[in-house]
């Protein structure tokens, strides 16, 4: 059983700063290739980050200079987010799969059906930015 809770979201105004956590709890001690989606209104789920076991790295267009994507307190992951605009509104998910199982992490930017690739799934945790 892995379960993942998501922390962090908040409201905040255009240029401002945001830090969400993703605690991970499993029945094993590995560890997971974590990933941040998000949803916004009326959009489709999409990968914003993604980070492997190894430090591998792929981040939507969008996120590139802006967030960043690193491993939490244990083998949980925390996303950090500069810069936000009311584009970023959303609910954000933290996400997880077995190690070294996504096979395009480092290699190239998501795919449109990457979420796909994640078998586990937090609750989500919203963030609001307003003008």
């Known amino acids: 059983l892995v379960q993942l809770v998501e922390s962090g979201g908040d409201s905040v105004l255009t240029g401002g700063s945001l830090t969400l956590s993703c605690a991970i709890t499993?029945?094993?001690?590995?560890?997971?290739?974590m990933a941040w989606f998000r949803q916004g209104p009326g959009k489709d789920r999409e990968a914003v980050a993604v980070?492997?076991?190894?430090?591998?790295m792929s981040y939507a267009k969008s996120a590139k200079g802006r967030f960043t994507i690193s491993r939490g307190n244990g083998r949980g992951t925390v996303l950090r987010m500069n810069n936000l605009t009311p584009e970023d509104t959303a609910m954000y998910y933290c996400a997880a799969a077995d190690r070294y199982r996504v096979p395009w992490v480092g290699l190239q930017d998501p795919p449109v059906d990457s979420e796909r690739d994640f078998p586990y799934w937090g609750q989500g945790t919203q963030v609001t930015v307003s003008t």
């Open positions: 499993a029945d094993t001690d590995s560890s997971y290739c």
């Open positions: 980070l492997e076991v190894d430090g591998s």
